[in-house]
């Protein structure tokens, strides 16, 4: 298991709330290594979460890594794009942008979130203005999805 791993494992187990996961785990090699963790939640996540995942992470990594390192747990940002199921669920009702290993973008409305496939309201270009069609996104076809916000 590389330290990657290792880090989120322990993150893992970390975590108090069962709602809680960890999205990812960044491990920049530069002196001093820097440890990301992204953390996200079903219903959300607070400062005093990530704050205290921070001091629990923190005392355990200091009997697995013995030189200086930073360590940083936030939560995913806009730009950070959408990994897990669980994100997915969590986002139903949003809007999204989702690349696909087709070279295709394609956005809209997050309508639901299926154990193999996302589905997404659109607008339907052809045709009258206003309508809409369902377009169901195969997980493995995804290449990237973001959930976009409107400022309307």
């Known amino acids: 298991m590389d330290l990657k791993e290792k880090i989120k494992e322990l993150a ?4 108090a709330d069962s709602a809680h996961f960890i999205v990812d785990v960044i491990v920049s090699k530069h002196k001093p ?5 992204i953390l996200d939640g079903d219903k959300g996540i607070t400062v005093d979460d990530c704050a ?15 030189e200086q390192y930073l360590l940083e747990v936030s939560t995913p940002g ?3 794009p ?6 997915f669920v969590k986002n139903v009702g949003r809007g ?5 290993t087709a070279k295709k973008v394609i956005t809209g409305k997050l309508t639901g979130a299926e154990t193999e496939k996302i589905i ?9 203005k206003g309508e809409t069609k ?7 076809e995804i290449e990237k999805a973001f959930v976009t916000v409107s400022f309307k």
Do not use: A, C
């Not at 893992?12 to 975590?15: A, E, G, P």
């Not at 205290?52 to 013995?66: M, Q």
């Not at 959408?82 to 994100?87: D, E, I, N, S």
């Open 78 to 80: 806009l730009d950070h």
């Open 33 to 37: 290594m820097k440890f990301t963790i």
């Open 96 to 100: 999204l942008k989702v690349n696909t």
């Open 120 to 128: 997404l309201e659109t607008e339907n270009k052809e045709g009258k």
């Open 52 to 66: 205290n995942l921070s001091n629990k992470l923190n005392d355990s990594l200091g009997s697995l890594i013995e």
């Open 134 to 140: 369902l377009i169901e996104i195969p997980f493995t």
């Open 82 to 87: 959408l990994k897990l199921h669980r994100q």
């Open 12 to 15: 893992q187990t970390n975590l």
